[in-house]
């Protein structure tokens, strides 16, 4: 019962670098969408999948890349890492458009 | 440009009694609305929604307000336990609030 899984836990980039942070569901859901926690902010959104094939930006699409190629994957890029981008991330599922389970996030340092 | 506010960066509460979180938001075409649970370095929990058709929903005990005219719900949980302690965010759909830390006492 693995739910959302989201690797790596943690990562320290130099800046410039490349990444791909990885998700994946296996409750068969059709949505999946990426946000970052900043400290004293909620949640924002960056992007969103609303089936396999399917991409959408949100709020904050900026230096982020998706691609959905099954229902079961959505990994971020981050083409050439910036200290802002220093951040939590969290992926999320759910069968419907509204985020419903997330996975425990992956905490990126860009130094 | 923030559409939701919880203006409560932080809440106490002694064990037992009732704990009331708020959430304002400006937008009027939102029309769903969800309850989130956050432990420390954990993702988020769904708790609770609401259809913007309804002023109330009840689970169990956490029961959700909305006020559409003005633009504001609430969650209430009753009884408050120590296992509430944690940080509660409202969604307006995908906007999240800045969230409220609430604290359970013995």
């Known amino acids: 019962n693995a739910g959302v899984t989201q690797t790596p836990k943690f990562q320290v980039l130099k800046t410039g670098q490349s990444m791909t942070l990885q998700c994946a569901q296996d409750m068969n859901h059709e949505y999946m969408s990426w946000y970052r926690q900043d400290p004293g902010m909620g949640l924002r959104l960056i992007h969103y999948?609303?089936?396999?094939?399917?991409?959408d930006q949100g709020e904050v699409p900026n230096g982020y890349n998706v691609s959905r190629s099954t229902t079961e994957d959505f990994p971020l890029r981050l083409l050439s890492a910036a200290p802002s981008q220093t951040s939590v991330y969290f992926c999320?599922?759910?069968?419907?458009?509204?985020?419903?389970?997330f996975g425990d996030g992956t905490r990126l340092s860009i130094l | 440009d923030q559409q939701v506010k919880q203006n409560s960066p932080s809440l106490s509460v002694q064990e037992g009694r009732i704990s009331i979180l708020n959430c304002d938001y400006t937008n009027s075409m939102f029309d769903y609305f969800l309850w989130y649970k956050k432990y420390p370095a954990e993702g988020p929990t769904f708790l609770i929604s609401i259809s913007s058709i309804k002023d109330k929903n009840e689970d169990g005990r956490f029961t959700v307000f909305l006020n559409k005219s003005a633009k504001h719900l609430s969650l209430h949980i009753v009884p408050s336990q120590p296992g509430d302690s944690a940080v509660y965010f409202c969604a307006p759909a995908t906007q999240f609030g800045q969230g409220t830390r609430l604290t359970i006492n013995p």
């Open positions: 999320a599922s759910s069968p419907g458009g509204l985020p419903q389970h």
């Open positions: 999948s609303v089936g396999a094939g399917i991409t």
